[in-house]
């Protein structure tokens, strides 16, 4: 349980819950980094914007390298 509590994506302004919505679609839930970083609109912005610009670039598919980032934070022991 994280110490700090998410933005609800229920709740989130339309453009953030239509983020959320894509995020749930690749991963199938939502990510609680995401709803912590909602809480302040600039940072969520600009790690979205930051996503995208490497998707972009990337020759691995956006699902596929979300995937590998999670995998990874998860057996180095990131919190979330």
Known sequence: MPRIEGVDPKRAPLLMRRVFKKV?????RDLTPM???ARVP???????LGIELLDRRSKVAPRLRALVTLRTAERVGCPF
């Open 24 to 28: 749930r679609s690749m991963l199938g």
């Open 35 to 37: 709803k912590i970083q």
């Open 42 to 48: 600039r940072l969520f912005w600009f790690s979205v």
